[in-house]
């Protein structure tokens, strides 16, 4: 078929089951072909309130300083590491899968001197290494890391680093680009410093904005600064007065993307944050439980495994890339692949925000199963599906 630019585009309707973006709601896609307001409309600033005030319920936070970014997740680690250090400073990044690599190439560029601490790909960041490490040095600025490695299907508990960061008097920047909206985010009560994500995984909007928040210390330090933010677009205190009560014109809003982050925010809202949190970790027992069956291997410990996205073994002898083929050609149906070092040797699941349904975890284990059966790879059909079942029954008890 020949495609030419004057023909109207009529995408094909993909199961998204990767690492994001997500699958999006019709109610989202509808709110997005609303009229467009102008950015400064007093009717657009009910519409950035509502947004702030429920991005405040899923960050579980009071911090005023939480907005979308117009960004996707990588603006918001530039805004995270552009608002918190200075040249000269020193960083300790966290890296156990490609994004925590991503987030101490960005701390370096803002200027920081940075170390990057190194955990094996599939494991969580070890408290214990990261504790013998920030003694090395005798003023850490930052510390950064990555909740839910969406490269690997790990999830690291917080807590205990954030805490020891804070006895060091370093801030923490969190990535919580996959975890905000299926896992629990506890802004406050973890005492997080900067906490960010992106609109297209679990929160359940297409690609183009990026919450963040900044706590009371990292505020602080940001008011303490030296020297000017260097990214304009990015410099918080000025995003601020656009977002809060002053509106001083900044920037332009993405319009229809503001929309619909408030609607997907409104269904999380609707459904509730509990909820969706067991509804992810609900489909996700019952796709492991389908994949093991299968005689798939899982790459994350079962301890630390992330609900919205799984990471599986690509058997030996099989090439990762024509089985992904194979299910976008016979199924419509978007698998991710390995990042990094993990290119070709894992297959990426994702089951996010409106994704994380039960139909979906049958639909990919059964086209998985097809896939792998023509290619002559050892499948006891159906048995994936079966032990799927099982697996929901069990979690309902
Ligand atoms: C953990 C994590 N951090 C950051 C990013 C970057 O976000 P984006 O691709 O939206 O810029 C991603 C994207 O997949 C991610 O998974």
Request: hydrophobic share 40%.
């Amino acid at each position: 078929m020949t495609h030419s630019y004057l023909d109207e585009f009529q995408p094909p309707q993909r199961l998204l089951l990767g690492p994001g973006p997500s699958t999006v709601h019709p109610r989202v896609l509808r709110a997005m072909t609303l009229p467009v307001l102008g950015h400064l409309d007093p009717r657009f600033f009910e519409v950035m309130d509502d947004v702030c005030e429920m991005l405040r319920e899923v960050f579980h936070t009071t911090n005023f300083m939480t907005l979308p970014l117009s960004s996707t997740g990588t603006g918001a680690m530039e805004a995270a590491c552009a608002n918190v250090l200075e040249p000269g400073d020193t960083a300790i990044v966290c890296r156990n899968g490609y994004f925590g690599g991503r987030l101490a190439d960005i701390a370096q560029r803002y200027g920081a001197a940075t170390t990057v601490l190194d955990f094996p790909w599939g494991k969580p960041v070890d408290p214990q290494v990261l504790s013998d490490e920030i003694k090395k040095h005798p003023r850490v600025k930052m510390v950064g890391v990555v909740h839910a490695e969406t490269s690997t299907g790990v999830l690291t508990p917080l807590k205990e680093i954030i805490d020891l960061a804070h006895r060091h008097d370093a801030l923490v920047i969190v990535d919580a680009v996959t975890s905000l909206g299926s896992h629990e985010v506890q802004a406050d009560a973890w005492d997080i410093d900067v906490c960010y994500s992106a609109s297209q995984k679990c929160l359940g909007s297409p690609p183009g904005l990026a919450p963040i928040s900044m706590g009371p210390r990292a505020m602080d330090v940001l008011h303490a600064r030296k020297t000017r933010v260097r990214s304009f677009y990015f410099d918080l205190k000025d995003l601020e007065s656009y977002w809060s009560q002053t509106r001083a014109y900044h920037h332009t809003t993405p319009i229809s993307m503001t929309y619909a982050l408030r609607e997907s925010l409104r269904m999380m809202m609707e459904e509730g944050i509990q909820n969706r949190i067991k509804r992810h970790a609900r489909v996700a027992s019952a796709l492991r439980a389908g994949l093991e069956a299968m005689g798939l291997g899982l790459l994350a410990d079962p301890e630390f495994r992330l609900n919205p996205l799984t990471t599986v073994l690509v058997p030996e002898g099989i090439d990762d890339a024509v089985v992904r083929r194979q299910l976008s050609d016979n199924h419509n149906l978007e698998l991710g692949g390995g990042l990094g070092d993990l290119r070709g040797k894992v297959w990426r699941i994702g089951l996010m925000g409106e994704g994380a349904r039960e139909a979906n975890v049958f639909t990919v284990l059964s086209a998985l199963e097809q896939a792998l059966s023509r290619m002559d790879c050892e499948v006891a059909i159906g048995a994936s599906l079966a032990a799927a079942q099982r697996a929901l029954v069990e979690f309902d008890g």
